[in-house]
């Protein structure tokens, strides 16, 4: 619901993203601060601002797959593996620019969970979820027991840094520009990708495939499309944490993060792009908090045991997902656009 006095004479101002100039000065002084942080946050503050960042480009990616087009997804962990180890091979075998490495990184991931999204076209439910689980384990499997001249097998690769016209991007300064960047890009893509043709089929499907199918929309395109999206986005969020990290190994990609991911869209909200990106700044920050004082807890109390400790924090971060699934289904921007709607229309019930 728009305030009182701005309506829409056209379809194009329809589906406008930014539709008062209160809200694009809004945008435009955001975005001022995310592009100073490094000037005024402290290095710490930047650091898990990097891990955010790339975070949002994985998140939206399996928002545009799970939250618009209704595909469950449990491996979009894996999906940034596979982009990841492109990244990183391409960057230390070929010395391949990140211009470079990092586009073709989101297509190798494409391409991957492309072939997933196929299987998309005749299950549903509880068994797609089974079969994108299992595309974790073949990613772990492949990894570990391909010839480790390919990948690295249990060793991982080291990627080196990312350079621009002959300058190293490797401080915690160079990378957050680096990561926000792409993640503006991405995100802005996304946007686009939700209001075009693709998005309104992907809503579609979502909400009744056999009548989408009636409509003339090719239900099976649309399906394995979605998978191919949220890979790529996944492929991308991968190559950006290979050059963060400098360093990539299997451990790093396992269905606890998948979960994680899922996570972020259910907190935020599912199908609002924006909702995305608000469950990624929430369930992270309650990770940096878990990893800050976990360890004085466990200090505080060593009869416990610190894998205790650790233990019963993640368990309190299972508790704040399970609540959400039970209180707040919809997540957190279904609330704030009730909270709009209800001042808007103040005091009128309705």
């Known amino acids: 619901m728009d305030p009182s006095g701005v309506f829409s ?18 945008l435009l002084g955001f ?4 592009y100073l ?36 997804n449990l491996g979009q962990a894996a999906f940034m593996g596979v982009g990841a180890y492109t990244a990183g091979l391409l960057a230390q075998k070929y010395q391949m620019s990140f211009l470079l490495t990092i586009p073709l990184s989101g297509l190798s991931a494409a391409a991957f969970g492309f072939l997933f999204g196929l299987t998309a076209a005749r299950i549903k439910g509880f068994y797609l979820a ?9 990613f772990h499997f492949a990894v570990l027991n391909l010839p480790s001249s390919w990948m690295g097998g249990s060793n991982g690769v080291t990627v080196p840094a990312a350079t ?11 990378l957050f520009y680096l990561n926000l960047v792409f993640a503006t890009i991405m995100i802005a893509g996304a946007f686009g990708i939700v209001r075009s043709r693709f998005g309104r089929a992907f809503v579609a499907v979502r909400d009744d495939d056999v009548a ?14 979605a998978f191919l999206i949220g890979a790529f986005y996944a492929g991308v969020g991968g190559a950006l944490w290979a050059y963060m990290i400098r360093f990539v190994g299997v451990d790093q990609f396992t269905l606890f993060n ?24 929430i369930i992270r920050m309650i990770q940096e908090v878990i990893a800050t004082v976990g360890p004085n807890i466990a200090e505080a109390v060593p009869f416990l045991g610190g894998d205790i400790v650790f233990a019963s924090m993640n368990m309190f971060l299972g508790g704040v997902i399970a609540m959400f699934m039970i209180l707040e289904p919809r997540g ?15 005091p009128f019930p309705y």
């Open 164 to 174: 621009l016209f002959g300058l190293k991007i490797s401080s915690t300064n160079g």
């Open 37 to 72: 942080a490094p000037f005024y946050a402290s290095p710490r503050i930047v650091a898990i601002g990097n891990i955010m960042l790339i975070s949002a480009v994985v998140a939206v990616g399996l928002q545009i797959c799970t939250g618009y087009a209704g595909q469950i």
């Open 258 to 281: 998948s979960i994680f991911f899922i996570a972020m869209i259910i907190v935020g909200g599912m199908g609002s792009i924006t909702g995305a990106l608000i469950g990624v700044f």
């Open 31 to 34: 975005m001022a601060l995310l």
């Open 332 to 346: 957190l921007m279904h609330r704030w656009n009730i909270i709009k709607s209800s001042y808007r229309i103040w």
């Open 9 to 26: 004479v056209s379809y194009r101002q329809d589906r406008k993203l930014v539709r008062t100039k209160w809200q694009a000065l809004f």
């Open 130 to 138: 089974l079969t994108t689980i299992a595309a974790q384990f073949i």
């Open 212 to 225: 989408a199918g009636i409509m003339g929309i090719n239900v099976a395109r649309t399906k394995a499309t």
